[in-house]
């Protein structure tokens, strides 16, 4: 965080952003806010205690044991809850790409959504034979 935009705050919100009590903004604020690196010491402890903590918990426990939220299929849908969307939320809270329930939700996505013109469909129950060529998304967030 530069000098400028703190200064223009009430006040210094990183004590706050760095409290324990949520290890996921707290290993985000570490290098991402104050460009600490990946193999940080306190940067590493506050991503694992992520992996263990809600948010990501949470996510990580609702996932069904075949990788996806929700219903089987796309998993675009429904919308917030999906499988893609619970993706997207674990990608930004940060959750470890080596566990193996993130890689066993990735593996799903790509084997029930991926299209054979490329892209990723998100539309229809498609349980035996991947989206149709006209169900891809080409912009998730906008």
Known sequence: MTDSRRRSLK?????????????????ATLTRL????????????ARAAA?????IKG??????PRGFWVK????YAPKYTGTVWN???????GADPADERV??????VLDHTTVATGGFGCSGSHLER?????SVLHCLNG
């Open 72 to 75: 089987p299929g796309p998993g």
């Open 103 to 108: 890689q066993a939700a990735c593996r799903y």
């Open 34 to 45: 104050l460009r600490r690196p990946d193999s940080d010491p306190d940067a590493v402890a």
């Open 11 to 27: 006040a210094d919100p990183l004590p706050w952003l760095l409290e324990e009590s949520d290890p996921a903004v707290r290993a």
């Open 51 to 55: 992996m263990r903590s809600d948010p």
């Open 87 to 93: 993706l997207m939320f674990l990608e930004q809270l």
């Open 59 to 64: 996510i990580l426990d609702a996932m069904d």
């Open 130 to 134: 991947n989206p149709p060529p006209s």
